[in-house]
């Protein structure tokens, strides 16, 4: 079993109830902000509505920008939070990732059963295309469960922004 939505999945972006696009239209919560020589990073966090794949409760966006560049490519990393959930739940999300990617590099889940999504630490590991973007369901005792999408904004389609004339 997957938890694909019932409506219309071209693409794994497809999967998720919330409209990712629309975060910055919502009302979230800085929750970190990290500075180095080079970048300067902000996460911002918002609880859902609705659990993604009937788990992930709460989202968080990674934004970095670089400190001598500014440029609409600034890499986004989205994360999503699973507080509560079960070993067949991790395995669900899992499945649905290998319908769209593939197995992951480890070749993990091709074999995978409940007693390795039971395990305490572990992470599944997809690269897409050349490694424009990355998907991981990582695991740890200190950090708990999450889903992340390294470079979001690599699987994104160009958006044209029509700014007013004046």
Same mark, same amino acid.
Not at 151 to 163: A, E, H, R, S
């Given at each position: !079993? ?7 999945? $071209? ?8 409209? #990712?696009?629309?975060? @910055?239209?919502?009302?979230?919560? $800085?929750? $970190? ?7 300067? !990073? ?37 994360? @999503? ?12 999300v ?5 319908? @769209?990617?593939? #197995? ?10 409940i ?8 992470? #599944? @590991?997809w ?17 708990g469960l999450?889903?992340?999408? #390294? ?16």
């Open positions: !079993m997957n938890y694909l939505n019932d409506k219309k999945t $071209e693409s794994f972006l497809d999967c998720f109830n919330y409209d #990712l696009t629309q975060f @910055f239209r919502d009302e979230y919560t $800085e929750v $970190e902000s990290v500075e180095t020589q080079a970048t300067f !990073m902000v996460i911002n966090e918002k609880e859902l509505d609705k659990p993604e794949f009937g788990i992930f409760n709460r989202l968080q966006f990674r934004i970095f920008y670089d400190k001598e560049t500014i440029t609409a490519d600034n890499p986004v990393n989205v994360k @999503f939070i699973a507080d509560s959930y079960t070993p067949a739940d991790i395995k669900n899992a499945d649905t990732i290998h319908e @769209f990617f593939g #197995l992951d590099d480890s070749g993990i889940c091709a074999t995978a059963s007693d390795t999504y039971s395990q305490n630490e572990y992470d #599944l @590991f690269t897409i295309g050349d490694g424009e973007s990355f998907i991981s369901i990582e695991k740890s005792e200190s950090e999450s889903l992340n999408i #390294l470079f979001y904004n690599n699987l994104t389609k160009p958006q044209v922004v029509d700014f007013p004339k004046y």
